[in-house]
């Protein structure tokens, strides 16, 4: 069971990097990415070259900008359902990180730089020319956010961390459903884990009834989805983010460093991150105003469990609650 643990976490992309990125291995029915882009680009979809790797990202609606960053093995389809109900009142943009949904592998002169996906979305905002923006980010596109935001303090309004790691998830305590510790039996190489291992559709089916809150809410559509996009031709990732969360003082100095109000939007059935996480990325979070909100029935992917009301707690968040600023003197002091 140990290793069926490990094996979760390395396809979740929360373990450390050299654990998982060794070789790669060819998927046995692969899907060359113009196919998948022919599937699954959005009618919003654009395309450009930052860094250079070709990047997919959309661009909508306007207003305060809103940057939706996407976690692990999945792409901005994640925010698919809310973008045009978020573009009505912010300019939404939501980009696939290097060699994840449509965006092409990083060059080797990128893929060796530290926090390169983070480089690529501070070279992305530079050239849309955006000046300030508010980032939400689930599971490890949190880690992605919140680094940008340590990185660049004066450009961040606020912060909203979904589900979001604070260092390497080692599997204490976590018991795999039976399915899924089979499928990961099954399809993981006798060679051991590699930095790409391709997984069937039950493989997928099985991932999303452990990492759900409400299974029923993984659809068809859902399980269609990522089995092909992680069938997309093999590539060298050593997942950066995944590295340097791994650092503890590297992480503790960067979450030290955000100074915009954050929110913490917690499925609080997630298997891998527990509630308790919240409260340690919480306390990380020494210079920023936080506020939590923990969603009982849910599980490590909100927005892809419950668009409507991710999208809503935004909204919330961004127009209700922060945007006003105490006039009154302190009640002691009136």
Known sequence: MKHAVLGAFCALSLTIAPVCAQETIASPDPIPVAELESRYRLPQSKFIDLLGTRIHYVDVGSGPVLVLTHGSSSSLRTFAPMIERLSRRYRVIAWDEPNMGLSGAPPRVLYDRPLYPVLVLEALLDTLKVERANLAGVSSGGAISFY???????????????????????????????????????????????SKIFRPRSYWRAYFDFYTGEPGRADDRLIDEYYD??????????????????????????????????????????????????????????????????????????????????????????????PYRPVAPDPAKR
């Open 148 to 194: 940008y935001a340590a990185r660049n303090p004066a450009r961040v309004e606020r912060l909203i961390l979904s589900n979001t790691p604070t260092g390497r998830a080692d599997g204490k305590g976590m018991a795999l459903s039976a399915a899924l510790a089979m499928e990961i039996a099954a399809s993981t190489p006798a060679t051991g884990r590699k």
């Open 229 to 322: 996009m992680n069938r997309r031709p093999a590539a060298p990732d050593r997942l950066a983010i995944v590295a340097a969360l791994d650092d503890p003082a590297l992480t503790a100095d960067a979450l030290a460093k955000v100074t915009a109000p954050v929110l913490l939007v917690w499925g609080a059935r997630d298997p891998v991150l527990p509630v308790e996480s919240a409260a340690v990325l919480r306390d990380a979070l020494v210079h920023a105003q936080v506020s939590t909100l923990i969603l009982p029935d849910v599980g490590h992917y909100p927005p892809l469990e419950v668009p409507g009301r991710f999208a809503d707690i935004l909204d919330s968040f961004l127009f209700d609650v922060t």
